[in-house]
């Protein structure tokens, strides 16, 4: 699909089957929840494409990225991914160096 002159590759659009409020989907309320994935994430893509489409946004929440599910993280909160998770999830993907890296990291200690 192309908006505005940009391209975006393939978007999996879910409905859910209850509104916000908990009511069955058709129960004439103006919000649904929409589960949407995407393989590549470009600056506002969906609030982009669903206006092309002729829906609004009103909030967007992020529940993974990439193979990482975020749970009950809070926004703003980091929360570091174990070296073996990484290789487990990433594979052949993950960063080269990523052991070497950190340990240097380690070595070198906390800057004053």
Known sequence: MTVKGVRYGAID????SKTADGQEKG?????VWVTVSLAEGKNREVRKVMEFLGLTVNRLIRISYGPFQLGKLEPGVLEEVPRHVVRQQLGAAAPAGLDRKRQRHEKAGPKA
Do not use: D, V
């Open 13 to 16: 659009a879910k409905l859910e």
């Open 27 to 31: 129960a004439a309320k103006s919000n």
